[in-house]
């Protein structure tokens, strides 16, 4: 289940085509923080190169930016880190985590309609990413990191 974006109550049934944050209801999507959320976003936009050099892409620094949200002090921590946001600029690693997100979130990816088999499938799907050095450093990375600054 994900929830709202923008209360943080009710389960979400929506994303939003601009800013892509989920939520729930059409009392949510014209609120003040959404909309407040969309001129940061306007606002914030950043182009990149990738190591090739000939790509640029726009990413959306406000998708780190945790002055309106209470995140977790762990998240915090992982946000501010140097070296996650070095994995995070990898367009490989990117796509690998989107298509687990989206594996979580989907139901018509895998037919599942439970978030246990979604996450079964899910980890079936990292199981073959194993031979994926890149994959393998990070994932090896975040549960370093978690272990050394859990509370």
Same mark, same amino acid.
């Given at each position: 289940?994900?929830?709202?974006?923008?209360?943080?109550?009710?389960?979400?049934?929506?994303?939003?085509?601009?800013?892509?944050?989920?939520?729930?209801?059409?009392?949510?999507?014209?609120?003040?923080?959404?909309?407040?959320?969309?001129?940061?976003?306007?606002?914030?936009?950043?182009?990149?190169?990738?190591?090739?050099?000939?790509?640029? +892409? #726009? %990413?959306? =620094?406000?998708?780190?930016?945790? &002055?309106?949200?209470?995140?977790?002090?762990?998240?915090?921590?992982?946000?501010?880190?140097?070296?996650?946001?070095?994995?995070?600029?990898?367009?490989?690693?990117?796509?690998?985590? +989107? #298509? %687990?997100? =989206?594996?979580?979130?989907?139901? &018509?990816?895998?037919?599942?309609?439970?978030?246990?088999?979604?996450?079964?499938?899910?980890?079936?799907?990292?199981?073959?990413?194993?031979?994926?050095?890149?994959?393998?450093?990070?994932?090896?990375?975040?549960?370093?990191?978690?272990?050394?600054?859990?509370?």
């Amino acid at each position: 289940m994900v929830l709202c974006g923008i209360c943080l109550d009710s389960e979400s049934k929506y994303k939003c085509p601009k800013c892509t944050i989920a939520y729930c209801s059409l009392l949510c999507y014209k609120s003040e923080i959404h909309k407040a959320k969309d001129e940061k976003i306007d606002n914030s936009k950043e182009a990149f190169t990738t190591e090739s050099g000939d790509t640029t +892409k #726009t %990413i959306d =620094s406000s998708v780190i930016d945790n &002055s309106e949200i209470k995140l977790p002090p762990i998240i915090q921590l992982l946000i501010n880190n140097q070296k996650f946001k070095q994995y995070m600029q990898s367009p490989t690693l990117q796509i690998h985590l +989107k #298509t %687990i997100l =989206s594996i979580l979130q989907e139901v &018509s990816l895998t037919n599942e309609y439970t978030s246990e088999g979604r996450q079964e499938v899910a980890v079936k799907f990292m199981g073959d990413l194993s031979n994926n050095e890149e994959v393998d450093d990070f994932f090896e990375w975040l549960f370093k990191f978690i272990t050394e600054n859990e509370a």
